[in-house]
């Protein structure tokens, strides 16, 4: 049931994930996709525990007490069973055979969890088949449950924290930020890249770019040059949004930090705007000297 109920979130995560909805989602709705990650590997992993907390206690009232289980093995078990292995790889190949034309981390995980059952049914059916042939070998289901179930909690776990790291905002590969470095350095010969912040904003990337345009340029050029860039890198399959910042120059700080400076706009401005009005005739400087 539990399966049932995870694959079946999973999959409405997937599906609505990719629906648009600006109004009310102005940023989407990809992250419905690492949270319903997150929430199954927590169900799959108290499951995990549950069974390995049952299997270990078996383990010592058998040897501890003499009180081992009588397994019987049925034939219409064991072929319901292998039954399930096999819709089970139809599932996965299939989930392997979508991933390949769309990125989903909704969809990998499902693949993880099919894969997981594969691997763990076929394993507790050779070990029930052990134990129940052989009365002395009794001791068999319940350390393969345990060890299967130690598996999947350690791979759901790693799942989990994974996802986590993604909707927290962990910085892009290293392969990745020189894509984008790649991209900008050949968008228009008269831009220079100063800074690209690239970071995990659910399952995609979050780019920011400070690009350095001539002061001498007029709004329009420069905001055309920016805005043909974002068009670029948005158009990515890894990017979820981009945001082009335009300069006229490098800077030797980041503004976003200085920024929370309570002298923030007489250090870098050199101006203390809470007097009155910025005046046309003096424009800021950032601290540089005309």
């Known amino acids: 049931i539990i399966d049932t109920i995870v694959q079946g979130m999973l999959w409405w995560a997937g599906a609505n994930s ?13 992250r419905y996709e690492p949270v319903s990650v997150i929430i199954a590997a927590t169900m799959m992993g108290i499951c995990a525990l549950l069974v390995i907390q049952e299997s270990i206690m078996r ?3 058998g040897f501890l007490k003499g009180d081992s289980p009588v397994l019987v093995l049925r034939g219409s ?9 096999l819709t089970k790889v139809f599932i996965y190949f299939y989930c ?3 991933s390949r034309r769309s990125k989903s981390s909704a969809l990998e995980a499902i693949q993880q969890d099919n894969r997981n059952d594969i691997v763990s049914n076929t394993f507790a059916v050779g070990a029930f088949i052990m134990a129940a042939a052989h009365a002395e070998y009794w001791w068999f289901d319940s350390l393969g449950a345990l060890m299967i179930f130690v ?3 350690c791979s759901w776990s790693v799942t989990a924290r994974e996802h986590i790291h993604q909707l927290v905002g962990v910085s892009a590969d290293e392969g990745f930020i020189e894509k984008v470095k790649q991209l900008t350095a050949v968008h228009h010969p008269r831009l220079s890249l100063d800074i690209i912040r690239a970071y995990h904003f659910g399952c995609k990337y979050l780019v ?9 340029m007029t709004v329009r050029e420069s905001h055309d ?5 974002q068009f670029k890198v948005e158009q990515l399959e890894d990017v979820e949004r981009a945001f082009v910042h335009v300069d ?3 800077r030797d700080y980041d503004e976003h930090v200085v920024s929370r400076e309570d002298d923030a706009l007489v250090r870098y401005f050199k101006r203390d705007y809470g007097t009155g009005p910025a005046s046309p005739c003096h424009p800021p400087t950032f601290g540089i000297d005309p």
């Open 248 to 250: 006229y120059v490098s």
């Open 18 to 30: 990719s629906k648009v909805d600006y109004a009310r989602y102005p940023a989407g709705k990809s």
């Open 151 to 153: 598996f999947i909690a």
């Open 59 to 61: 383990l010592l009232r």
């Open 225 to 229: 040059i920016a805005m043909e860039l």
């Open 208 to 216: 920011e770019l400070e690009v350095i345009l001539p002061p001498e």
């Open 77 to 85: 078990t064991v072929v319901f069973v292998m039954m399930g292995i």
């Open 96 to 98: 392997l055979w979508v």
